[in-house]
């Protein structure tokens, strides 16, 4: 119901213009009200292992239909300091560069990052272009002194860890 339109709710019976906005501002203020008790409960966690990020990140990114590259910043004791999203590819594929990666980590001072994707499909194993991907941003992170931790991919019944698998 969220993401119906303002139009679409006008359809329904005894809706007109005014109430359908008022139930979109609501929507709206329910979302971020949501996304920002998460951000409060993710600061200062501290991230041991995958597990630890999956669940915060499986609610942000599993529901898209496309490939979401985001990037877990963490200090020198692995606490999260953000997560954020650094682009948003196509169906099956997403436009990463070390440039934007390490971008968002060099703004947050972070010691350690942990880079992570979804895989619209549910597909867990990663392809080709994972692997290279992978190699060339810690390749990158070492040149610049931060950590790649790991690169985790997920999706709705999981997720798939780099450091894991090795």
Not at 128 to 136: I, P
């Amino acid at each position: 119901l969220s993401e119906t339109s303002t139009e679409e709710l006008k359809k329904i019976k005894g809706l007109g213009l005014a109430k359908a906005c008022q139930l979109k501002a609501c929507f709206e203020i329910a979302r971020r009200l949501k996304k920002e008790e998460g951000l409060n409960k993710q600061k200062n966690q501290i991230i041991k292992k995958p597990k630890d990020l999956f669940p915060l990140l499986k609610e942000k990114i599993t529901n898209f239909h496309k490939e979401y590259f985001i990037v877990a910043s963490l200090d020198n004791r692995n606490k999260i300091i953000s997560i954020d999203a650094v682009s948003v590819g196509t169906l099956n594929s997403s436009l990463i560069h070390p440039r934007e990666t390490f971008e968002i980590a060099i703004k947050n001072h972070a010691a350690v990052i942990i880079i992570c994707h979804n895989h619209p499909s549910g597909e867990l194993k990663p392809s080709e272009d994972d692997l290279t991907v992978t190699q060339n941003l810690i390749k990158a992170g070492k040149l610049l002194g931060i950590e790649v931790a790991d690169h985790l991919i997920i999706s709705k019944d999981g997720y798939f860890s780099f450091k894991e698998k090795k």
